[in-house]
């Protein structure tokens, strides 16, 4: 199973304050074995989101590392910065380890932050790792985000910027219920 999730311009009621309009558009997918998705499709205002899109696309140091794929060397297809708090276990993916840059390097990281966790009170998150797609020949493919450093139960934050994308999340079978490959 498949899910596939593309942000258009939310349609908002004007008599209604922001907080209100984003809990109307909340869609929860409920992906089975405790885990969900919980989609907002917009939770930033459209003049704040470009400022964050410039700041972003001007401001960070990105990077396009060469990383290992199936035992070859290969440019990695987008650009990323990673950003980590304090104490915080390194990154390492595809054979690459990434520079932890913190959190005070990029203010306005922190306030996208306080966005997120405003409507998704409670969580917790200890790191950021910012992907930049170019255009279309760029991408990220299947993975998991199952690094140690998230540990067991991770939440993963997605916010995006920029051109209309799908974002697509598939299932991952739980090892006893793989048969034989």
């Known amino acids: ?5 593309r942000a258009k311009e939310a349609k908002a009621n004007p008599d209604d304050d922001d907080e209100k309009n984003q809990k109307k558009q909340r869609m929860v997918v409920d992906l089975g074995n405790g885990s969900e998705v919980i989609y907002f499709p917009r939770i930033i205002k459209m ?4 400022k964050f899109f410039d700041y972003l ?3 960070i140091p990105w990077n396009r590392p060469t990383i290992r794929v199936f035992g070859r060397s290969c440019l990695q297809p987008r650009d990323t910065c990673y950003v980590a708090g304090e104490g915080v276990t ?4 595809s054979g690459y380890r990434p520079h932890p840059y913190s959190w005070d390097d990029f203010p306005p990281l922190k306030d996208i932050l306080d966005i997120v966790l405003k409507v998704l ?4 998150f200890n790191s950021l790792l910012l992907n930049r797609y170019k255009g279309g020949n760029d ?14 139960t991770p939440e993963i934050a997605s916010v995006s910027f ?13 090892k006893s219920s793989q048969g034989p490959i």
């Open 1 to 5: 199973m498949s899910l596939r999730f």
């Open 47 to 50: 003049e704040d989101s470009w």
């Open 57 to 59: 696309n001007n401001r």
């Open 90 to 93: 390194q990154l390492i993916y």
């Open 121 to 124: 009170p409670g969580s917790r």
């Open 139 to 152: 991408y990220v493919g299947w993975h998991a985000d199952d690094e140690k450093l998230y540990g067991s």
């Open 162 to 174: 920029g051109c209309e994308r799908d974002f697509f999340l598939k299932i991952k079978p739980s």
